[in-house]
C-alpha cells in the first residue's frame, strides 16, 4: 500500500538527478536517449540507453542513479538497490544516494537497514539541505514503526501523518 508513495516519491526525486548533466562525451547520447526514454516512461528502453552508458563510463554515479530509476519504474526494487548502492560507492558519503537506498530498504520491509542509512546520511546533510527535512521524517516513521506492529491501515495513517521523505529515485 505504500509502494504508490514511494513510487512517486521516488520518480519525483529521480526526475530531479535527470537533470544533472554528465561529464563524458562518447555516452552522452546514450545517457541523453535513456532520460528521454524515462520521462516517456519507458523504463525497459531506458535500461538499454544507460547500459551502452556504461559500458563507456562505468563509474558514473548519473547513469546508475537514473538506472535505479528506471528498475524502480519496472517494479525491480532489487535491482534498483543495486545501482543505488553501486552508485553510493563511487561517491562514499552521497545524501541522495543514501536517502534513497533508506527509502528501498524501507519499502522492503527492512527498517533497520533504512534507519541505518537515514542516519548515515543525516551525518552528512546540511541543514539548509532539501533532504534534511526528508531524513528526519523517514527517522521519525521509523522510530514509530518500531514502537508499534501497525497494521496496513496504521502504516497508511503513520505514512499520512509524516508525509513521508519524497523520494529521489
Not at 25 to 43: C, I
Not at 125 to 135: A, G, I, K, N, T
Request: proline content about 4%.
Amino acid at each position: 500500500m505504500t509502494s504508490s508513495f514511494f513510487r512517486s516519491s521516488i520518480l519525483l526525486a529521480g526526475l530531479l538527478c535527470l537533470v544533472h548533466g554528465s561529464a563524458f562525451a562518447a555516452s552522452e547520447d546514450s545517457k541523453a536517449k535513456g532520460d528521454r526514454l524515462l520521462l516517456e516512461q519507458k523504463p525497459e528502453a531506458a535500461l538499454r540507453e544507460y547500459e551502452k552508458a556504461l559500458e563507456a563510463h562505468p563509474d558514473s554515479t548519473a547513469v546508475l542513479f537514473n538506472m535505479a530509476i528506471a528498475f524502480y519504474s519496472e517494479g525491480k526494487i532489487q535491482e534498483a538497490i543495486s545501482a543505488l548502492e553501486k552508485a553510493a560507492a563511487l561517491n562514499p558519503g552521497d545524501v541522495e544516494a543514501g536517502y534513497n537506498l533508506g527509502c528501498l530498504w524501507l519499502e522492503m520491509g527492512d527498517i533497520a537497514k533504512a534507519e541505518l542509512l537515514f542516519k548515515e546520511a543525516a551525518l552528512h546533510c546540511p541543514e539548509d539541505s532539501e533532504f534534511y527535512p526528508r531524513l528526519a521524517d523517514g527517522l521519525g516513521l521509523i522510530e514509530e514503526l518500531k514502537e508499534t506492529n501497525p497494521s496496513a491501515q496504521d502504516l497508511l495513517s503513520l505514512v499520512s501523518k509524516h508525509g513521508f521523505p519524497a523520494r529521489n529515485v
